[in-house]
């Protein structure tokens, strides 16, 4: 199993994060949810609020505003209206 999957972070004026991540949570429409290295499928709408993830164990976070998220064993791909970084 990998140890790792691409976290992508879009914006419609640009990539705001594009890296091989460890973990990563966001607030979902229907609550917070969290992803690790070969998750489940699932496609979620996302709320305004935080999103963080850990690369080479350092934490990281930003504040999104609303949009969706599609989840696969080795991505995360989010596309959302903003971004605001922490």
Known sequence: MAETFLLEVVTPQSV???SDVEEMSA???YGEFGVL?????FFTLIASGELSYRV???AHSLVTGEGFAEITHDRVTVLVE???QQ
């Open 16 to 18: 705001v994060v594009s």
């Open 27 to 29: 607030q979902g429409a």
């Open 37 to 41: 290295p070969g998750h489940t499928f």
């Open 56 to 58: 080479k164990g350092a």
């Open 82 to 84: 903003s971004v605001q």
